[in-house]
């Protein structure tokens, strides 16, 4: 007889729903008992297999039932989002929290895999005894909680979009190529009405080349926090009715979930389709690849990035993006007289292999629609913003590249997103990002 049709299952199933009376929005009162039994089964034959002792009276059973009984009491517990991520870790080696998000760093004594399983007991049915974990050192682990009570369902949403605006605000602080691999989210128990879930991120289907790690001390919070509120404010401004896509918003989800486990065509054509949303927007067609650079330029050219070499790498990676989305083959020695023209890309008697140096010309592109997002955000902010996305509600008439032709204009607008980031105490992200290092290596930079 399966056990769901035993009277004593059947009258505890009847006990919780009949002392729970909220459990019907759990999604139905008898799926969520069900699930709840479930784990409490499954915990009493793991507890009382490993102890070897299979009395309903014994502690193993006795602490099951306790647990349970604290979960339809209402008692509150935690649901926990655990997110791998690369590239991001504790410049102390050791955990470390920031504005309610753990920091901890993979190594030889601290275990990723043991941590979710004490954070989600129930983690390890998630991911089916093998989890699989893409190998982009140095990773960590970033777990974000939030307390809850009765048996509802309780998404991950939340906590989910909360890593993602943290994972944005450090890659747009320091440059790091920050990425998720893969989250778990489910309860911080073992019997509950929730079962855990596990979400792969990356693709992870090719290796990438190169690398910028982010050492975090602990101190960063208010800066990221600043950052990310000037973001949020941005894309409140770039909505409202009739709007069915945002350019900006649209360029900003580009970059935030950008995938360097892809092919090199797919990330440049990626990057590329995020800095025309954020520099052109919308109905700017005509003269694409001049009008970007220029515009590019303008904004971003400094003493770190000159701007003959930046409108010059701009252009050759704009090529090399036209020649993947407009079809046809991609000659080698085309492809490698592309890759000798941008600055930062090894030569050909360094490394041979174009894909390698490829990853160069990529990181490149990453990094000027970073700070492209940031000029772009500054200069719609303010109380009177040169470029802002709308004017009493509609599309602002700005016209931008008449604007930078003049010297004094280009000079102001440069100034301007400089000094409102330096005004929120995180002017070292208008700074082009240090070179990055190869990905095989063992140190950084």
């Known amino acids: 007889?399966?056990?769901?049709?035993?009277?004593?299952?059947?009258?505890?199933?009847?006990?919780?729903?009949d002392a729970v009376p909220n459990i019907d929005r759990a999604g139905g009162a008898g799926s969520a008992a069900s699930i709840l039994l479930t784990s409490l089964l499954e915990w009493c034959v793991q507890k009382c297999s490993s102890a070897g002792d299979y009395d309903p009276n014994g502690p193993e059973v006795s602490a099951a039932i306790a647990q349970l009984v604290q979960v339809v009491s209402g008692q509150p517990y935690e649901i926990v989002l655990a997110r791998q991520v690369?590239?991001?870790?504790?410049?102390?080696?050791?955990?470390?929290?920031?504005?309610?998000?753990?920091?901890?760093p993979e190594g030889r004594t601290s275990d990723m895999t043991l941590r979710i399983l004490?954070?989600?007991?129930?983690?390890?049915?998630?991911?089916?005894?093998?989890?699989?974990?893409?190998?982009?050192?140095?990773?960590?682990?970033?777990?974000?909680?939030?307390?809850?009570?009765?048996?509802?369902?309780?998404?991950?949403?939340?906590?989910?979009?909360?890593l993602d605006q943290f994972q944005l605000g450090v890659c747009l602080l320091t440059g790091a190529n920050v990425q998720g691999s893969y989250q778990v989210f489910g309860p911080n128990r073992k019997i509950s009405a929730q079962p855990a879930s596990l979400e792969m991120l990356a693709r992870d289907t090719d290796v990438t080349t190169t690398r910028r790690t982010a050492r975090l001390d602990g101190t960063e919070g208010p800066a990221i926090a600043a950052l990310i509120t000037l973001v949020d404010e941005a894309q409140s401004k770039t909505g409202g009715e009739g709007i069915w896509l945002s350019s900006f918003r649209e360029a900003l989800d580009r970059f935030a979930h950008f995938d360097d486990t892809t092919p090199y065509t797919e990330q440049l054509v990626s990057l590329a389709t995020s800095l025309e949303g954020v520099m052109l927007g919308t109905n700017e067609g005509e003269g694409l690849t001049l009008r970007l650079c220029t515009r590019v330029t303008a904004l971003l050219a400094n003493d770190d990035d000159p701007a003959g070499e930046l409108f010059e790498d701009l252009k050759q990676l704009y090529n090399l993006r036209s020649n993947i989305v407009h079809g046809g083959e991609v000659l080698e020695s085309t492809l490698n007289k592309n890759l000798k023209a941008i600055n930062c890309v090894p030569g050909i008697e360094e490394e041979e292999n174009p894909l390698v140096r490829l990853g160069y010309a990529v990181d490149r592109l990453r990094d000027i629609v970073r700070r492209s997002i940031l000029a772009r955000t500054c200069l719609a902010s303010g109380k009177e913003p040169p470029w802002p996305f709308k004017e009493k509600g509609k599309p602002s008439k700005v016209k931008v590249d008449a604007e930078l032709s003049d010297d004094d204009t280009r000079a102001i607008w440069r100034a301007y997103w400089r000094d409102m980031l330096d005004s929120l105490g995180v002017g070292v992200a208008a700074a082009r990002s240090r070179p990055p290092v190869f990905s095989l290596t063992s140190y950084d930079s």
């Open 86 to 104: 690369s590239h991001l870790v504790p410049a102390s080696g050791t955990e470390i929290e920031i504005d309610g998000i753990t920091l901890f």
């Open 118 to 162: 004490k954070e989600i007991p129930d983690a390890d049915h998630a991911w089916k005894r093998y989890l699989k974990k893409p190998y982009r050192p140095p990773h960590a682990l970033l777990i974000v909680r939030k307390q809850v009570s009765g048996l509802e369902y309780f998404g991950g949403g939340d906590l989910a979009q909360k």
């Open 1 to 17: 007889m399966p056990i769901k049709a035993l009277p004593e299952y059947v009258r505890l199933e009847k006990a919780i729903i």
